[in-house]
């Protein structure tokens, strides 16, 4: 078996007498690199004097990490500029807030040259080269540059617009052109790849795009969720709510995620439908993410001025209605607070995917399971078929959602949990990794490819 070779931003390097990092690639990589060889690359997450060189190499089981340093300026001109000031906002449809700027536009393409240089050495002849998400749209052109033949699948893990939305990007056609060095694409839905693919067949490129939504390992978390139930920090939430229902949110604190449009469907709740007044409680751990652009630092603002405003306006001597948290949560802890709940919210602007959503199905007890109210605009929606979906856009819409999962009899929700467990078991993390690779691999090592760099 060819050994895989991971290329992500961040890389999850396992450190000793620290607890093991969970980000949302490195839980669905897990059976895949459990598996085979491989080699993950990517940035250290470190600043220094230069950017690239020698990565640091470290080796365990049949996994090797390699990560090299940014210095300060191409930090700030790759990461915080384009990919998140520019790329984040535009790939979300949020073009009113996307900035672009030639030197941050020039600075991201210099580090992805940076990426290939050093990961170039470290290639052999027979790997198969995985890349992944927004950050890395010009590196398979850049290793092609470098003298890389071998075969190269990218899979983008966010949404993308479409082409009317894309063509807003300066130098976007130059991307597209990098990004055709690929032998093979994937995204998380069929929106999203024909999106993709209509970028590129417009910029002149014919590659292989095709839909492949990420999962999760089900039973797995299931088993997580059982046990984290009898913790002492789900019992101590569990205690705390005094036999009101949990309603439960979990994001990055993120302008995509509709997080001031869900406290603001939830107060609606509370003035619309007021039986559940005293009776619900939302929890939302939203841990601080990008803390050093702007628009995140306003947004958290934002947020603690509607969560202020709506315990003040409804909230009473025992009873808090929204509970706020910024930091962050372990996923095994959270794993316990999902099968408390009785309602899962989950209300994006645009996700590609959205796992939390699928963690909490996973994690309910069949026997009296909550309900999850859902954004038709995340790409789990096309899935889980069983969650109310609400346009984020409307707060009434979003009330109407949350009333009609607290009062959902328990025969419904265990109907509509019962289909949606079944697709999460048929379409886990180790199936979404294996169809890719596996689509990768019916692509012949010498066959023609359509971008260059």
Known sequence: MARLVIVSNRVPVPRPRERPQAGGLAVALKEALATREALWFGWSGQTASHTGGSPEIVTVGQTTYATIDLSSEDYRLYYTGFANGMLWPLLHYRMGLAEFRREEWEGYRRVNRAFAHSLTPLLRDDDVIWIHDFHHFPLAAALRAAGAKQRIGFFLHVPFPPLPLFRALPQGNILLRELASCDLIGAQTPSDASNLRDALRGAGFDVPVHPFPIGIEAEEFAREAEKAVRGQDARRLADSLSGRALILGVDRLDYSKGLPQRLRGFAALLRRFPEH?????????????????????????????????????????????????????????????????????????????????KEFVAAQDPADPGALVLSCFAGAADELKGAILVNPHDPDEIAEGLNAALVMPASERRARWTGDIAVLRRNS?????EGFLAALAQIGQDAPRAGGA
């Open 277 to 357: 007044r005293g009776r619900v409680t939302l929890l939302q751990v939203a841990p601080v993410s990008r803390g050093d652009v702007v628009q995140y630092r306003a947004l958290r603002r934002e947020l603690d001025e509607l969560a202020g405003r709506i315990n003040g306006e409804h909230g009473d001597i025992d009873w808090v209605p929204v509970r706020w948290m910024t930091r962050a949560v372990p996923r095994a802890t959270l794993a316990g607070f999902h099968r408390i709940a009785r309602v899962g919210l989950v209300t994006p602007m645009r996700d590609g995917m959205n796992l939390v959503a």
């Open 429 to 433: 993390a180790a199936a979404w990794a």
